[in-house]
């Protein structure tokens, strides 16, 4: 993924526009952080994306506790 800064997306938009028409997905940042994304209308889904999409989800929740079989049927006992 390509990322440019707020002013130069203003600058090129319509080129951005066009590029992300052909597949391209354009991240747009704001002070060096991403802030929006510019993607085509309709992705093909590319495994590279969908695990990419997987990592982030994954690294924002949080951790939880490891259970096994033996705690669910205890806990359902109660």
Do not use: C, W, Y
Not at 20 to 34: D, P, S, V, Y
Not at 61 to 69: G, I, T
Request: hydrophobic content about 35%; glycine content about 8%; proline content about 4%.
């Amino acid at each position: 993924m390509r990322t440019v800064g707020l002013f130069e997306a203003k600058q090129k938009l319509s080129e951005l526009v066009e590029r992300a028409g052909e597949g391209e997905r354009i991240g747009i940042t704001r002070r060096g952080k991403l802030a929006a994304l510019i993607v085509p209308a309709h992705p093909e889904a590319r495994l590279e994306d969908i695990f990419e999409r997987i990592e982030q989800i994954r690294k924002r929740a949080k951790p939880q506790k490891r259970l096994n079989v033996k705690t669910l049927i205890e806990e359902g006992r109660s």
